[in-house]
């Protein structure tokens, strides 16, 4: 692969990679945990998640500057250009996944007070393919990997279904016994945050489709042509 | 592009004694349109711009195959009057070349060659031309002083006033604003916006964002090939050849 003639430009470009990687890490270990402090009932772990939410914060800002400095100063084009577009949103994709397992997290700590409900199989298999679909989004982002990208895509079908038929299930539940209304609907929300993880997974995968071919495979019904 | 192109290129190749600049070159220019040329030091698109023209002809041991049709005519052809060519086809340098005279036979002097030699007419042509080079409000009270007393980048646009006097059809730039400030060159490249209205301009540069700021088509060349060419935003977002996509990222090594 040829590098830039320019070799501090091609370091600004492998550390802006890089830190998407270490905030996709970071959390792509938030949703693990925010998920297990539920399933495992270990609030302590719920902690961790909002911890690791100042520092994943802290990567935005850091990766949108560098972004900033890389546009002001080296004036990018053609797949370093789309590698900056593609990295300003992602970025923030990334955040929002971020405070989605906050937000479950916090769903946790309440849940994990009270009685639990019965078990759900489905939310750890929800949790597990939301979890999967970024996973597989960022690993085609390292690898450029199209065809990964566009798998991702449509496998989010497959989490919608499985958020319906959860869905459906909760509100058996507190249709037949009306005290688990309140645990139930928290589950609810759980569930919805982790179908959003899925959707942001897709942003990331549409992003990428566009970084390696140049292509907005976006909105395919609002495109006019040109 | 429905419309005709201004100029069509086929099988171009130019060489020069032994080295051949040019390959084999198939190429439309747009009307009314900027095309930008661009490419590293001796791929072949200052040869290819003087072709436009026939500036080649001045270079002992320059040798040509193929067409340059500007309107469908071949400008090699032996019908073809070379100085009815130049003045349909204009050039400007990188480096503005006034003559040692005032601004205003500086602008005045393809108009008397010409054979104009109506005085109100003639004034009417060279205020015209300062007006859209953008010059006039900077030199209209000083008209009679001499062209070297003006600043370097009023003086690439005292030549590109001087280009347009005649009233060309095409104008050819040669790294237009490379020795140029960056507000000179502002000016330049907002005078090609306004220029496109009225010609179709060729300009060759070095520098890639003002090929991308300034340009309708860009055109990269390597080693006397025509490599890929496009609308400036696709080539500049999404090229479709891996060599121009190393050239304009920088990764020419």
């Known amino acids: ?41 270990d609030s302590k772990l719920a902690e961790h998640v909002l911890k690791s939410d100042l520092a994943v914060n802290r990567l935005e800002l850091e990766i949108d500057d560098l ?117 139930a609907t928290s589950l609810l929300f759980v569930a919805k945050h982790l179908e959003r993880i899925g959707d942001h997974a897709t942003n990331v995968a549409e992003m990428v489709i566009y970084l390696v071919k140049g292509t907005d495979v976006r909105h395919p019904t609002s495109r006019t042509g040109g | 592009m429905s419309a005709q192109p201004k100029v069509k290129v086929r099988r171009l190749s130019i060489h020069y004694r032994d080295k051949t600049a040019v390959k084999n070159l198939d190429l439309d220019i747009a009307e009314r349109q900027v095309l930008a040329l661009i490419g590293p030091s001796g791929c072949g698109k200052s040869t290819f711009l003087r072709a436009l023209n026939r500036m080649n002809d001045l270079i002992p041991g ?82 009679a002083e001499s062209a070297l007393s003006l600043s370097g980048g009023q003086q690439q646009r005292l030549c590109i006033a001087r280009a347009l006097a005649i009233e060309p059809e095409v104008v050819l730039m040669d790294e237009p604003a490379s020795a140029l400030d960056p507000l000179s060159t502002a000016k330049i490249e907002e005078l090609m916006h306004e220029l496109k209205s009225r010609y179709t301009i060729v300009i060759v540069t070095h520098n890639m964002q003002q090929a991308a700021r300034v340009s309708d088509q860009t055109a990269f060349f390597y080693m006397g090939e025509l490599i890929e060419v496009g609308s400036t935003a696709h080539l500049f977002t999404n090229p479709g050849v891996k060599r121009t996509e190393d050239y304009v990222t920088g990764k020419f090594g």
């Open chain 1, 1 to 41: 692969m040829t590098t830039h003639t320019d070799r501090a430009y091609e370091r600004d470009l492998n550390n802006l990679r890089e830190r998407l990687l270490v905030m996709g890490k970071r959390v792509q270990a938030m949703i693990a945990e925010s998920v297990l402090a539920l399933t495992a009932r």
């Open chain 2, 62 to 143: 320059a040798r040509q195959e193929g067409e340059v049709l500007l309107d469908g005519q071949d400008i090699n052809g032996r019908e073809i009057d070379v100085v009815d060519l130049r003045r349909r086809v204009g050039m400007v340098f990188q480096k503005s070349n006034p003559f040692p005279k005032s601004i205003f036979e500086n602008v005045a002097f393809g108009l008397r060659i010409a054979g104009l030699r109506d005085k109100a007419e003639l004034t009417a042509r060279v205020e015209a031309s300062l007006h859209h080079a953008a010059l006039w409000d900077e030199v209209k009270d000083r008209l």
């Open chain 1, 67 to 183: 972004c900033r400095k890389i546009i002001a100063l080296r004036q990018p084009a053609a797949s370093d250009l789309r590698l900056i577009t593609t990295a300003v949103k992602i970025v923030t994709d990334l955040e929002r996944v971020g405070d989605l397992a906050v937000n479950i997290a916090e769903r946790a700590t309440d849940l994990n007070k009270a009685e639990p409900l019965p078990s759900y199989d489905d939310l750890p298999r929800l949790a597990e393919l939301a979890q999967s679909q970024l996973r597989n989004a960022l690993e085609s982002f390292v690898k450029r990997d199209v065809v990964q990208a566009e798998r991702v895509l449509t496998s989010d079908d497959f989490l919608d279904a499985l958020f319906v038929k959860l869905f459906n299930e909760l509100l058996q539940l507190m249709m037949e016994e009306s005290k688990t209304i309140r645990r």
